[in-house]
Every structure is written in structure tokens, then in C-alpha cells.
């Protein structure tokens, strides 16, 4: 907060003219528990809501997962066996999520094409952090994870105008193949159809 507000000072200095009417910079960060599932790990997602005076105000969206057990925050890494970019452990979820994500976008009424995919799904990538905001999805299997649901802010996969976020599902099936004896752990089951009302899209 102290960061923002130091730059909030300056721009007032800089750019009066951004503050007119009494105007001021917002920033506002909200956590909420997303899900408890597969032992000690629970899923938080981070929302940040930014006003700096541009054209529109700026959404973020993140999770965290967070080991209760070792009380830390961790990755998704040691749940599969190799994580190296680009390499074939990786390129499964990036791939169902790629393909999620223009899904998600035609439910919308988007239309996704040949040149738009390459400039909004490009970030998507076979890399442990670009892939998106990950977060366990709930299973009907108790103790288990049904697979990852995949947060994305505005403007990381698509325009401001689609809408505020997208949040997209990839069962564990489609990875299973790259899991360590961590992931074999905790993956399991399907995905209750009640817990999607969880979901931010939109």
C-alpha cells in the first residue's frame, strides 16, 4: 500500500490534470478461499482492482496455494514428474487450456480466429508460470482433486470488453501421464457440477 501510494503522490505532482474533480487512484486487494481439497492444501484466490487513471480501471486475478501443513506457500511443481519449459509434461495442460480458454470465449459470443488466437493465447505457455493462476478444483472422490482450474485477469487472454476474468477447468485425466507420486496422491474423481458456482468468469 505504501508503494501506491508513494506513486499515487507522484503522479499527482506530475499530471494534475489526471486528478481534476477531486479524482484519486483506487487500489483494493481482496483473498478468498477458493477450495480445501486433497489433504492439507488449500486453494486462495487474489483479486486486485486497480484504478491509476488510464482508460479503464485494471483487474488482476492470482491464486495461491498454500501447504497447511508445512505453512508455506507452494507450486504446483512437485506434483508432476519434470516440469521442464516446453517439454512434454507441460505441454498437456498448456493445451487444454489453450483450447479451455477459446471455449470459454465462444460461450461468450467471441469468435476466436487464426489471428487473434496467436495474440491472446500466446502468454499461454508449456511454462510452470505461464500457464496461469492454478488452483485445485474439488472432487467428488473425497481427499482428492478433480484437476486444475486456471484463473486468467482482463486483458491476458483476451480484450478489456470480453469481460473480467476468465476461469477455466482441465480434469486431471488430461495430465495424469506427467503426475509424480505427489500428484497420484491427490488427483482423482470428477468435478462436482455445483462447485463451477465458485468460479469468477465474467
Not at 131 to 150: C, M, P, Q
Not at 178 to 187: M, N, T
Request: charged residues 25%.
Amino acid at each position: 500500500m505504501a508503494k501506491w501510494n508513494a506513486e499515487a503522490q507522484h503522479d499527482k505532482k506530475e499530471y494534475p490534470e489526471t486528478f481534476r474533480n477531486h479524482r484519486r487512484h483506487e487500489y483494493d486487494r481482496a483473498y478468498r478461499e477458493r477450495s480445501l481439497v486433497a489433504g492439507p492444501f488449500v486453494c486462495i484466490l487474489r483479486t486486485q482492482f486497480i484504478d491509476a487513471g488510464g482508460a479503464h480501471p485494471n483487474h488482476d486475478v492470482n491464486t495461491i496455494l498454500w501447504d497447511a501443513k508445512a505453512r508455506k506457500r507452494i507450486s504446483i511443481r512437485p506434483f508432476f514428474d519434470g516440469t521442464r519449459t516446453n517439454g512434454p509434461t507441460m505441454r498437456r495442460p498448456a493445451k487444454a487450456i489453450r483450447a479451455a480458454v477459446v471455449a470459454a470465449k465462444k460461450a461468450r459470443g467471441m469468435r476466436p480466429t487464426a489471428a487473434s488466437d496467436p495474440t491472446w493465447l500466446g502468454g499461454i505457455k508449456p511454462n510452470l508460470t505461464k500457464i496461469g493462476g492454478v488452483a485445485l478444483a474439488l472432487s467428488t472422490e473425497r481427499g482428492k482433486s478433480a484437476g486444475l482450474i486456471v484463473s486468467f485477469s482482463p486483458c491476458a487472454v483476451g480484450s478489456y470488453a470480453e469481460g473480467s476474468s476468465y476461469v477455466v477447468f482441465v480434469p486431471w485425466t488430461v495430465f495424469k501421464a506427467g503426475l509424480f507420486r505427489e500428484g497420484r496422491a491427490i488427483f482423482g474423481g470428477r468435478r462436482p457440477k455445483d462447485d463451477r458456482r465458485n468460479d469468477i468468469n465474467g
